[in-house]
């Protein structure tokens, strides 16, 4: 991402920017948190024409290099994410580790993998590059504003 690894972070680690990049409608029952690590997440996405809910909590925190989340409540027996930032000469290098199960086995893991996880994460990423580089993130816009 041809962005500074401050904004990238920034940018994906608050409820606003995960909102502004996700690929799916997105409901905040509780409303928006602040996130850091030992804070939960809870918030609701439609995929297939379905409300899929997701409750998680950041294990990890490493500010400007990377942060993981975890799945506490939701559609999978385990979820793991891990986003890692590394400043490259044209900017952030941004990569997703996603380890999980669904409990159903391999095969339902690859469908899993195949239909949803995939394709939103493609999606994801290209929501956030074009977000960041052109500067109409959330966090560009309210730097420029205030």
Sequence with gaps: INAPIDEVFEFCACADGFEEHFPH???WPSGKS???RDS???FRFRQFGFWVPWHGKF???EHGKKFVD???RGMMRF???THLFEPKESGTQYTDRIRFSTGLGRWMDRIVLRLMIRP???KRHRNMKAAL???TACTQRTRTIG
């Design 25 to 27: 409608k997105l409901v």
């Design 34 to 36: 602040e996130w850091r």
């Design 40 to 42: 939960r997440f809870e």
């Design 59 to 61: 294990v990890e925190w």
């Design 70 to 72: 975890v799945l506490e």
């Design 79 to 81: 979820y793991e994410h």
């Design 120 to 122: 939103t994460f493609a």
């Design 133 to 135: 580089e052109q500067g």
